[in-house]
């Protein structure tokens, strides 16, 4: 075997025709030797997406790039490791070089639906359209924009170039600087929280989704055993046309609609007024669903209901079966989830722009104020909408990208994906404000009384917008599934990081005692279930909140700032170029460089600093208009959860350094410099600490 090898590697060294370049390759790494499958030619399709590449740009010989004075090291560490028979692999030939061991994407097109289905998710529907009409309506895609060109665009190319080239998980990735490790074990646990609450709406999507099939709408009327009497569809005030029938009552309320209004007690005069109301889904959401009556806050819980103890078990059933086999069954589901949204979309837009009051809805939410670009909230708004959106720092795209062929031009997927996710942000917004103009025109509300974000919107006023159209079980029907779709696959995208980022960091722990990966799976889906019943009790919507506001919020951007940190300025540009060189056959152009070591993280400590100066109070608003506070060590307690996965970063940086101290081998101690020098150089190169050219000034100010 050792004498193929010398002669292989003999063949190769004599070979002048252009090669890949093996400068960067690491220990274990497998690629294609074969030409690249991006190359810089004029005749190539995709050269409209190399618009910051030099022109005539080829991958540098064998030659080249083994004498290259700064590569020789590197190089001869992988010619000294390469002799060990403990890393020699066979190849499967059927792979053409590809690593055996890790599983691929059946094909590109599960790779770009992965990621897009988890970019695009419920946010886009419930929180977009309502911030966009907030902020300015049109004029808010001018901040919107311009983050996403400056910040969440460059970052989601880093994620998907570390995790395509270096083919390992979250934590394991962060051998290009150990230090850093803490950052990929704090996106681990970030996605594993939001698991926690997220997976529970997809729950009570899939409880609305069974109670549409009943002969009648259960949100459609006030005529039910859990509505009260502030419950009405619609309201008129005494003031009215019909004065002289309130000469004793203040309004005049309308409990089933009015074309049932034969039904006895369909209308009451009322001392509530109209906008003391409450509609059928909002009463049914708060009051059928979860139950928030029977629970005086997050202190009383109460005991978990069946129906969504059910319902969220299904949720977690169809997400081991999709991720049990790995990639090659997530992702033949995203087939579905990650297209079917968009055919649901358009046939509901369809039917709304029939609606009396649909293009009210529409002028409302695209009419243009140009003020609201003076304002500074509405630019942090913009940030932190198209950050999320994007969903960079969770470590998914990350690991979705470690499944990809060493060549995928994941260039193209980042655009693609960043358009496909802008466009549905704003073509949803139009399907949810034909709805809202409808139901504001048939309830005489102004659309601002009307509009909602978050679960109000999609659990309390599509809703009750939906009951109101013929046929509206059909459209109900269709409405869930879509969200359903939409949740499910970034639910995937989450529990896919923590499996893949658990499973690379300790393959030999799971090998020797004989843990697959089906059995991790299961574990990881069943701890993260049993969390998740508490948020189906009366209170739970008290610990849904909770997680929700501190889960994935400063961490997450805490993640983000130290990965562009770490990426740009210590592993170094002009490596990461060579690794994107390596793989796509051309380097980023000024503006990626320019975006990840200066504005990027720039952008991101500014929003940090925002966050981190808000030490309000925590609160919510009840569905009866109620303020609730939560207590004090509610809050501590949200504070704690979200510092426990921050302090991943700094207590994995100290064990890095104090494993540095003493180098293997030999009985001599490093000083600071020296250890901080082993911790940031990558683990896969043998660098004498007298030679590391990290700790030079030549490489942090390198582009």
Same mark, same amino acid.
């Given at each position: 075997?050792?004498?193929?090898?010398?002669?292989?590697? +003999?063949?190769?060294?004599?070979?002048?025709? #252009?090669?890949?370049?093996?400068?960067?390759?690491? #220990?274990?790494?497998?690629?294609?030797?074969?030409?690249?499958?991006?190359?810089?030619? %004029?005749?190539?399709?995709?050269?409209?997406?190399?618009?910051?590449?030099?022109?005539?740009?080829?991958?540098?010989?064998?030659?080249?790039?083994?004498?290259?004075?700064?590569?020789?090291?590197?190089?001869?560490? /992988?010619?000294?490791?390469?002799?060990?028979?403990?890393? =020699?692999? @066979?190849?499967?030939?059927?792979?053409?070089?590809?690593?055996?061991?890790?599983?691929?994407?059946?094909?590109?097109?599960?790779?770009?639906?992965?990621?897009?289905?988890?970019?695009?998710? /419920?946010?886009?529907?419930?929180?977009?359209? *309502?911030?966009?009409?907030?902020?300015?309506?049109?004029?808010?895609?001018?901040?919107?924009?311009?983050?996403?060109?400056?910040?969440?665009?460059?970052?989601?190319?880093?994620?998907?170039?570390?995790?395509?080239?270096?083919?390992?998980?979250?934590?394991?990735?962060?051998?290009?600087?150990?230090?850093?490790?803490?950052?990929?074990?704090?996106?681990?646990?970030?996605?594993?929280?939001?698991?926690?609450?997220?997976?529970?709406?997809?729950?009570? &999507?899939?409880? *609305?989704?069974?109670?549409?099939?009943?002969?009648?709408?259960?949100?459609?009327?006030?005529?039910?055993?859990?509505?009260?009497?502030?419950?009405?569809?619609?309201?008129?005030?005494?003031?009215?046309?019909?004065?002289?029938?309130?000469?004793?009552?203040?309004?005049?309320?309308?409990?089933?609609?009015?074309?049932?209004?034969?039904?006895?007690?369909?209308?009451?005069?009322?001392?509530?007024?109209?906008?003391?109301?409450?509609?059928?889904?909002?009463?049914?959401?708060?009051?059928?669903?979860?139950?928030?009556?029977?629970?005086?806050?997050?202190?009383?819980?109460?005991?978990?209901?069946?129906?969504?103890?059910?319902?969220?078990?299904?949720?977690?059933?169809? =997400?081991?079966?999709?991720?049990?086999?790995?990639?090659?069954?997530?992702?033949?589901?995203?087939?579905?989830?990650?297209?079917?949204?968009?055919?649901?979309?358009?046939?509901?837009?369809?039917?709304?722009?029939?609606?009396?009051?649909?293009?009210?809805?529409?002028?409302?939410?695209?009419?243009?104020?140009?003020?609201?670009?003076?304002?500074?909230?509405?630019?942090?708004?913009?940030?932190?909408?198209?950050?999320? %959106?994007?969903? &960079?720092?969770?470590?998914?795209?990350?690991?979705?990208?470690? *499944?990809?062929?060493?060549?995928?031009?994941?260039?193209?997927?980042?655009? @693609?994906?960043?358009?496909?996710?802008?466009?549905?942000?704003?073509?949803?917004?139009? @399907?949810?404000?034909?709805?809202?103009?409808?139901?504001?025109?048939?309830?005489?509300?102004?659309?601002?009384?009307?509009?909602?974000?978050? #679960?109000?919107?999609?659990?309390?006023?599509?809703?009750? $917008?939906?009951?109101?159209?013929?046929?509206?079980?059909?459209? %109900?029907?269709?409405?869930?599934?879509?969200?359903?779709?939409?949740?499910?696959?970034?639910?995937?995208?989450? /529990?896919?990081?923590?499996?893949?980022?658990?499973?690379?960091?300790?393959?030999?722990?799971?090998?020797?005692?004989?843990?697959?990966?089906?059995?991790?799976?299961?574990?990881?889906?069943?701890?993260?279930? +049993?969390?998740?019943?508490?948020?189906?009790?009366?209170?739970?919507?008290?610990?849904?909140?909770?997680?929700?506001?501190?889960?994935?919020?400063?961490?997450?951007?805490?993640?983000?700032?130290?990965?562009?940190?770490?990426?740009?300025?210590?592993?170094?540009?002009?490596?990461?170029?060579?690794?994107?060189?390596?793989? +796509?056959?051309?380097? #980023?152009?000024?503006?990626?460089?320019?975006?990840?070591?200066?504005?990027?993280?720039?952008?991101?400590?500014?929003?940090?600093?925002?966050?981190?100066?808000?030490?309000?109070?925590?609160?919510?608003?009840?569905?009866?208009?109620?303020?609730?506070?939560?207590?004090?060590?509610?809050?501590?307690?949200?504070?704690?959860?979200?510092?426990?996965?921050?302090?991943?970063?700094?207590?994995? $940086?100290?064990?890095?350094?104090?494993?540095?101290?003493?180098?293997?081998?030999?009985?001599?101690?490093?000083?600071?410099?020296?250890? +901080?020098?082993?911790?940031?150089?990558?683990?896969?190169?043998?660098?004498?600490?007298?030679?590391?050219?990290?700790?030079?000034?030549?490489?942090?100010?390198?582009?």
């Amino acid at each position: 075997m050792a004498e193929e090898d010398s002669v292989s590697g +003999l063949k190769l060294a004599m070979d002048n025709s #252009p090669q890949d370049s093996p400068c960067h390759l690491v #220990p274990n790494q497998k690629v294609k030797k074969r030409n690249l499958i991006v190359k810089t030619t %004029s005749k190539n399709p995709n050269k409209f997406f190399h618009f910051f590449k030099h022109k005539h740009e080829c991958p540098p010989t064998y030659d080249e790039a083994v004498n290259e004075d700064e590569h020789s090291q590197e190089w001869s560490t /992988l010619q000294d490791t390469s002799k060990d028979k403990h890393d =020699l692999e @066979v190849q499967d030939p059927s792979k053409n070089g590809e690593d055996a061991e890790r599983e691929t994407w059946g094909s590109n097109l599960d790779f770009l639906l992965s990621i897009i289905g988890f970019a695009v998710d /419920l946010a886009n529907v419930w929180r977009f359209p *309502y911030l966009c009409y907030k902020n300015g309506g049109g004029a808010f895609l001018i901040p919107y924009a311009c983050m996403l060109v400056m910040g969440a665009l460059p970052l989601f190319y880093m994620e998907l170039i570390l995790g395509q080239f270096h083919r390992q998980g979250p934590i394991s990735v962060w051998r290009i600087s150990p230090i850093f490790k803490g950052v990929g074990f704090c996106a681990v646990f970030i996605a594993f929280f939001v698991s926690f609450y997220y997976n529970v709406i997809i729950g009570w &999507a899939l409880h *609305y989704l069974f109670s549409s099939f009943s002969r009648r709408l259960p949100w459609k009327d006030c005529m039910n055993e859990w509505n009260t009497e502030f419950c009405a569809i619609k309201c008129i005030n005494g003031d009215g046309d019909n004065g002289t029938l309130f000469t004793e009552y203040v309004s005049k309320l309308y409990k089933v609609p009015e074309e049932d209004s034969i039904v006895p007690n369909s209308t009451v005069f009322s001392d509530i007024l109209c906008n003391q109301t409450r509609s059928p889904a909002k009463e049914y959401f708060n009051l059928k669903v979860l139950r928030v009556q029977d629970s005086e806050g997050i202190h009383d819980l109460g005991t978990p209901q069946w129906q969504l103890v059910i319902c969220i078990g299904v949720v977690y059933c169809l =997400l081991y079966i999709s991720l049990f086999k790995g990639v090659k069954s997530s992702g033949k589901v995203v087939w579905i989830t990650a297209t079917m949204p968009y055919v649901v979309l358009t046939i509901l837009l369809v039917r709304g722009l029939m609606l009396e009051g649909a293009i009210d809805g529409i002028k409302f939410y695209l009419h243009v104020d140009w003020h609201k670009l003076l304002e500074t909230g509405v630019w942090i708004d913009a940030a932190i909408q198209i950050f999320y %959106s994007v969903g &960079a720092g969770f470590g998914v795209h990350l690991a979705y990208a470690s *499944y990809n062929k060493f060549h995928n031009n994941c260039y193209r997927d980042c655009l @693609v994906t960043s358009c496909v996710n802008s466009f549905t942000s704003f073509f949803s917004g139009f @399907v949810i404000f034909t709805y809202l103009g409808y139901m504001a025109h048939s309830q005489n509300k102004d659309i601002e009384d009307v509009a909602d974000q978050g #679960p109000g919107l999609v659990f309390e006023v599509y809703p009750q $917008a939906v009951a109101t159209l013929p046929g509206s079980q059909f459209w %109900s029907v269709i409405f869930f599934f879509m969200l359903i779709m939409l949740g499910m696959d970034s639910a995937m995208g989450g /529990l896919e990081c923590v499996i893949t980022g658990l499973m690379d960091e300790y393959q030999e722990f799971f090998r020797k005692r004989g843990i697959s990966r089906e059995v991790f799976t299961g574990v990881v889906v069943f701890s993260s279930y +049993l969390v998740a019943i508490t948020c189906v009790t009366p209170g739970g919507f008290y610990i849904f909140s909770l997680l929700e506001n501190y889960a994935a919020g400063l961490s997450l951007l805490t993640t983000v700032f130290f990965e562009a940190v770490a990426v740009s300025w210590v592993y170094g540009l002009k490596n990461f170029s060579e690794d994107v060189y390596a793989m +796509l056959g051309h380097r #980023p152009g000024l503006y990626w460089k320019i975006c990840w070591k200066f504005v990027s993280p720039c952008f991101l400590a500014f929003i940090i600093i925002l966050q981190m100066t808000d030490v309000s109070e925590f609160k919510i608003e009840k569905y009866d208009g109620t303020i609730y506070t939560y207590p004090a060590a509610a809050h501590w307690t949200g504070r704690i959860l979200s510092a426990s996965t921050i302090s991943c970063i700094p207590i994995a $940086a100290i064990i890095v350094l104090i494993k540095a101290r003493r180098p293997e081998g030999s009985s001599k101690n490093r000083t600071f410099m020296q250890c +901080l020098g082993a911790a940031i150089t990558p683990s896969y190169e043998v660098t004498p600490d007298d030679q590391n050219v990290r700790l030079t000034w030549a490489h942090w100010r390198n582009l």
